[in-house]
């Protein structure tokens, strides 16, 4: 019996550590919300630019794209280009939506201190 109620009050203190750690996460600042903001806006920054490449690779220009070493395209390096491409397009995809829900979060922490 005694085992039983120790282990209903570890349970129970448990649930309640986990409750109150979730309560702390949602204080976020809008400060941090801002730079959060600016590192996504660079993250897709760089993805528009490694897709930009992936596309000139493509299309026969890729002189300066970052994984080209002559001028003859193989096989390996067009299905590379391929790959990187849709991982471009996906991790786009992603970041725009992660934007979108942070700036739902700013206007709506922004219309509560007005």
Do not use: C, P, Y
């Amino acid at each position: 019996m005694k085992k039983r109620f120790l282990i209903v009050a570890l349970f129970a203190l448990f649930l309640g550590g986990i409750a109150v750690a979730q309560s702390q996460e949602q204080a976020s600042t809008l400060t941090e919300l801002q730079a959060d903001k600016e590192k996504l806006e660079a993250k897709l920054a760089k993805t528009l630019k490694t897709q930009a490449e992936a596309k000139d690779f493509l299309a026969g220009k890729h002189k300066d794209a970052f994984f080209a070493f002559n001028k003859n395209i193989s096989k390996k390096q067009r299905k590379i280009a391929k790959m990187v491409l849709r991982g471009t397009k996906r991790q786009e995809k992603q970041i725009k939506k992660d934007l979108k829900r942070l700036n739902k979060r700013i206007e709506k922490i922004s219309k509560l201190e007005d």
